[in-house]
């Protein structure tokens, strides 16, 4: 079975300054596809980004980027230069091959302050 | 704005009682899927559908049902509804291509349901 760890419930960031919010995962299948949401106060859950586990390369989209270590089974979201706006719940999910479902962590509360 | 759109936004009702949740994929999109978010189980697979076909059931209740119609809208019902069932109801869709494929499901705004 596969499962999503996230083990940071709530993290604090100014605003401009980057921040980690850490992922692992657990599967025994090759081939699996990960996926960061995020939900802010107002419900809706927004894609981010992906990362294919044959991807060579880390997953960059904008102020987000996932730095993904295979062999540690970990694909940790950086998102830089953070926002006000930024403050949501996130969300890290995994999808394996043979199987359209997503799996969710719990999730991580980020709070930027000004 | 994710491109699927679910309806009503918000529900309240009564135990016992049956609804019924809207969904409407992205253009183009077959599969749609159903999840349920509460602060006790967390976000929860219940059901896909790929043009107009069961493709994988999740932990979905046998009191909960589903459908994806020809014009590919999906319909979520929920019936005999108890306190328990309070919860946050996504529709999510993706290309649905071959079964397995690593698709970004993209969510609609949910539903939020309050059973009383």
């Known amino acids: 079975a596969q499962k999503i760890t996230q083990t940071q419930p709530g993290m604090f960031v100014q605003e401009k300054e980057a921040v980690t919010l850490d992922c692992t995962y657990d599967?025994?299948?090759?081939?699996?596809?990960l996926f960061w949401y995020k939900q802010p106060s107002s419900g809706e859950m927004i894609f981010l980004i992906y990362?294919?586990?044959?991807?060579?390369q880390n997953a960059t989209e904008g102020r987000y980027s996932l730095n993904f270590q295979k062999a540690r089974k970990s694909a940790n979201l950086v998102i830089s230069a953070s926002q006000l706006g930024d403050s949501a719940m996130y969300f890290c999910?995994?999808?394996?091959?043979?199987?359209?479902?997503?799996?969710f962590g719990t999730g991580t509360r980020l709070q930027v302050f000004p | 704005d994710s491109g699927v759109t679910q309806t009503p936004k918000h529900l309240i009702t009564a135990t016992g009682q049956r609804v019924t949740l809207r969904c409407s994929p992205r253009?183009?999109?077959?599969?749609v899927y159903w999840y349920q978010q509460s602060l006790d189980q967390g976000l929860q697979f219940l059901i896909q559908?790929?043009?107009?076909?069961?493709?994988a059931k999740g932990n979905i209740l046998e009191r909960f049902s589903a459908q994806q119609f020809p014009d590919l809208h999906s319909e979520l019902n929920l019936s005999s509804l108890e306190l328990g069932d309070s919860a946050l109801y996504f529709c999510?869709?993706?290309?649905?291509?071959?079964?397995?494929?690593?698709?970004?499901?993209?969510f609609g705004p949910g539903t939020r349901l309050l059973v009383l």
């Open positions: 999510a869709s993706s290309a649905g291509g071959a079964s397995g494929g690593q698709e970004t499901q993209y």
């Open positions: 599967t025994s299948d090759p081939s699996y596809g």
């Open positions: 990362q294919g586990s044959y991807d060579q």
């Open positions: 999910a995994i999808n394996v091959l043979g199987t359209d479902k997503l799996i």
């Open positions: 253009s183009g999109d077959l599969s």
């Open positions: 559908y790929y043009n107009g076909e069961e493709r």
